[in-house]
């Protein structure tokens, strides 16, 4: 099985310019490909694939000799990933559902940046305190984990308080044997309590934002007395961003915690199925 591990990264000042560099040069691919093929497609109406893009994007690069600085992986992997957008758009239409829209273009504004490159020749090792890259060399990591089988990718991403994070996806996993219990469940989703088992275990809802509105607020009315574009703003910003991680944090702690116990204790877990009408 195929099983990730994150780790943050502190990178030095040459490669945190490198990283936002790539982040860039990623956008920019993804929303210069996008646009072609929409202008193909307006045009001779057939498609522009991601063949066509592949063998086009070095002509690309001889026209801006900057998009040779960051990882030339990461820039295949962004038109794989429009290649991926397009793929699910077309299937959602085939199964009628109009919910999945067509693919738009990445914005810089956007405080989630991330770029994916590959693991090729070994050029991506994860060390006791550092984990290697390509084109950033040796970064300083917090192992938490060691890592199973062979790595297939990296994703390096910058969350909105500036804190970096790579992604490693690894193949060839053991996946873990669990003892059988002999046991099912039933679990029913609530709001006063998160969920509440057939064997009447309420899993309280902690509310982790409510218990947060008055930090939060105090902080977001800060922000808002700030300027726009000013360095203060930008500090404050991070203030505000960091409150929602915290949020964010909890409760995805809570609920890790929660399904790995009713996984570890129940061999069957059954939860109803809601098909909620809207007007």
């Not at 522009?48 to 820039?75: F, G, H, M, N």
């Amino acid at each position: 099985m195929e099983k990730a591990y994150k780790y943050r990264i502190y990178p030095t000042y040459e490669q945190e310019m490198l990283m936002r560099k790539t982040f860039g040069c990623v956008r920019y691919v993804y929303n210069y490909y996008l646009d072609k093929r929409r202008i193909v497609y307006k045009e001779t109406g057939t498609a522009y694939v991601y063949k066509q893009c592949s063998a086009d994007l070095t002509r690309l690069k001889r026209e801006y000799p900057w998009l040779r600085e960051p990882d030339s992986i990461a820039l295949q992997a962004s038109l794989e990933h429009l290649q991926t957008a397009y793929d699910n758009f077309f299937k959602a239409l085939e199964r009628g559902d109009r919910n999945w829209g067509f693919p738009v273009f990445k914005s810089k504004r956007n405080r989630h940046q991330s770029y994916t490159t590959k693991n090729v020749n070994g050029n991506i090792q994860l060390l006791d305190k550092h984990i290697r890259l390509p084109k950033l060399g040796l970064v300083s990591c917090r192992v938490s984990k060691r890592i199973e089988g062979r790595i297939l990718n990296v994703t390096v991403s910058q969350t909105p308080s500036g804190k970096y994070y790579v992604s490693v996806c690894c193949t060839d996993v053991t996946m873990p044997q669990h003892i059988k219990t002999g046991k099912a469940v039933g679990i029913d989703l609530g709001l006063s309590a998160i969920a509440i088992t057939s064997d009447g275990d309420d899993k309280p809802n902690h509310k982790y934002l409510s218990k947060a509105s008055k930090k939060l607020a105090l902080q977001q009315r800060r922000l808002s007395r700030k300027t726009i574009g000013g360095s203060n703003y930008e500090k404050q910003r991070i203030k505000v961003a960091k409150v929602h991680e915290q949020i964010a944090a909890k409760r995805s702690d809570s609920i890790h915690k929660m399904t790995t116990e009713l996984v570890r204790k129940n061999d069957i877990i059954v939860m109803e199925d809601l098909a909620v009408l809207t007007c």
